[in-house]
């Protein structure tokens, strides 16, 4: 962090809070902790909310995929468009108030339906949280310390799951699963107050190099359908989207039916998983966060192909523990196993922001981050815990007393799917940087 401080211009350390942007990547890790963390509640929380409101397993899957996805996935395009013409973080601010206040309201709903409308509005908020943030830190970290930054900002997601694990498992376990909801959303609600007053816009393109930001001034408003037309004919783009996609529908999958799968299938407690499983999601999601960060950043100063390469290895890694965890008879011998799946499963998203952010303009980076996040997530968070939920229920129907192991099983395929693409995207980017070398 220090290093990739001392690397910002003067004129643009001066647009932070005492020149410090180590505070501003840490307000935005926070926030994304929140934004994780309020997503991540309904899943952590399956069991007693099955339990209380009747709901099955395709129900579950509907509401943490589908219901949310489309508006968490669709929104974020007018607001990335928004933000790109407007404050960025007086959008991220916004968006932290509105998640946050329907968390509230997702632990007072008293059936299925009020619970789904809670959750779409969740969806709704979260849509402007991430793509802002990219953006913000793309113009406070210069090319070659981008990766390492969006890495620790890509702990969100572990920190937000690990500590939704233990503060809502303990919570729930002592006092009924509506009040982690309320308790996180009020934090949240104070957090976006703190944001609007604390972190200040940066200037677009304040640390790009000075040739790849000449084409067109940085406050010069980006046209929103040629962006998207851009973006969406754009080999890379789309690979990089893709490829994210496909190794999303397994994260997504997983995560949001693996409390409950540890609970039915490998006889954990509640007061198991608050401990345990928040420590698999802290030490194995956490550490390839930031591992991944570093490992791209020095793959990419000799070849933009690091930015699929490493995520096309590390799923090779991940895919025979993720058999393994699924087979496994017991829930320590199975967390054991998920710690592994979990280091390597994350390799792609820093990879594919850090490469998506690079590859655009400074005016179209928080619309081109919400694109990303568009095709990405609607795959994954979508696609993935609908298909686990229906293929349980489905799975159950046909008499297999263990539908949801059967259903996790089937998720492997994406896993070469999403390596195919990846490396797909590896060939492309070495034949880019084959032709301007010999151009140049």
């Known amino acids: 962090m220090a290093d990739a401080e001392a690397s910002l211009s003067p004129a643009a350390a001066s647009t932070r809070p005492g020149g410090n942007p180590t505070f501003v990547l840490g307000m935005l890790c926070f926030v994304y902790v929140l934004n994780f963390l309020d997503r991540q509640l309904l899943s952590i929380l399956a069991k007693p909310i099955q339990d209380a409101l009747q709901i099955s397993d395709g129900q579950l899957g509907l509401i943490s995929g589908l219901y949310f996805a489309m508006f968490y996935c669709f929104i974020a395009i007018p607001v990335g468009w928004f933000a790109d013409r ?39 908020g979260e849509a402007g949280g991430v793509p802002p943030s990219y953006a913000i830190i793309t113009d406070t970290y210069p090319p070659g310390k981008r990766a390492a930054a969006l890495g620790i900002f890509n702990l969100g997601p ?24 309320i308790a996180v959303g009020v934090i949240g609600i104070v957090t976006a107050l703190a944001v609007w007053l604390t972190v200040r816009e940066p200037k677009r393109g304040a640390t790009d190099l000075a040739a790849s930001s000449a084409s067109a001034p940085a ?14 004919s754009h080999p890379i783009l789309m690979l990089a989207a893709l490829g994210s996609g496909a190794t999303q529908f397994v994260t997504y999958g997983l995560g949001n039916f693996a409390v409950l799968f540890l609970m039915r299938e490998k006889g954990m407690e509640l007061g198991d998983v608050a401990i345990w499983y928040a420590l698999v999601l802290l030490i194995g999601m956490g550490g390839g966060m930031i591992v991944s960060g570093r490992v791209i950043d020095r793959m990419v100063r000799k070849s933009r192909a690091g930015y699929a390469i490493a995520p096309a290895l590390s799923l090779v890694v991940a895919m025979p ?24 499963n994350y390799f792609y ?11 655009v303009k400074p005016n179209q980076r928080v619309l081109a981050g919400a694109l990303l996040l568009l095709i990405m997530n609607f795959i994954g968070l979508g696609l993935g815990p609908t298909w686990v939920g229906f293929a349980s229920d489905w799975f159950k129907a046909q008499g297999d007393l263990h539908g949801l192991q059967t259903a996790l099983y089937t998720l492997t395929p994406f896993y070469l799917i999403a390596i195919g693409l990846f490396l797909w995207l590896a060939r492309r980017l070495r034949r880019e940087d084959n032709r301007q070398e010999s151009a140049a």
């Open 86 to 124: 407007t404050s960025r973080v007086g959008v991220l601010s916004a968006a932290c108030a509105i998640w946050s206040g329907a968390t509230v309201a997702c632990g007072m709903a008293a059936n299925y339906t009020q619970l789904v409308v809670a959750r779409m509005v969740v969806g709704f």
């Open 158 to 181: 572990a920190i937000g799951a690990a500590a939704g694990v233990a503060f809502g498992a303990a919570i729930a376990e002592r006092f009924g699963w509506r009040i982690p909801f």
């Open 219 to 232: 406050d010069h408003k980006a046209a929103f359908w040629p962006t998207v037309r851009m973006f969406l």
């Open 321 to 344: 523990f993720y058999v393994a965890f699924v087979w496994a008879p017991g829930w320590p011998l199975a967390l054991a196993l998920l710690t592994v799946v979990m280091i390597f």
């Open 349 to 359: 998203l820093s990879a594919s922001v850090a490469l998506v952010q690079e590859e």
